[in-house]
């Protein structure tokens, strides 16, 4: 499975961005697919998860009502909607899959390679 991560930038506090997470190769049917985060000198975070078959979804607390994980299954594709944006949301962002059921985040298999997402005050 390989995992192309996009939409990343520069914005504004207060902006938006959509990440996008484009899988391709061996037939597409994960667990789940999450996103994560890295900020400089801080450990990778889960930030959103979706369920692939049934879409259920579940949010870090210091995201939820600003960032919106949903899937495109015919595309292949997972998208983060990012709105209200603050400073302390500049990460690098990953978007990563697992086979394992209930996973914990320490479960997920195969990661993109990643986009910078750097939110100004």
């Known amino acids: 499975v390989q995992l192309q991560a996009s939409g990343g930038g520069l914005v504004q506090t207060g902006g938006s961005l959509r990440l996008s997470c484009a899988a391709s190769?061996?037939?597409?049917?994960?667990?789940?697919v999450g996103w994560f985060r890295q900020a400089p000198g801080k450990e990778r975070e889960f930030v959103a998860g979706?369920?692939?078959?049934?879409?259920?979804?579940s949010y870090a607390d210091s995201v939820k009502g600003r960032l919106t994980i949903s899937r495109d299954n015919g595309k292949n594709t997972v998208y983060l909607q990012m709105n209200s944006l603050k400073p302390e949301d500049t990460a690098v962002y990953y978007c990563?899959?697992?086979?394992?059921?209930?996973?914990?985040?320490?479960?997920?298999?195969?990661w993109g390679q990643g986009t910078q997402v750097t939110v100004s005050s």
């Open positions: 979706i369920g692939w078959s049934g879409g259920s979804t």
């Open positions: 990563a899959v697992t086979y394992t059921a209930r996973p914990t985040k320490d479960d997920y298999d195969y």
């Open positions: 190769g061996r037939t597409f049917r994960p667990y789940a």
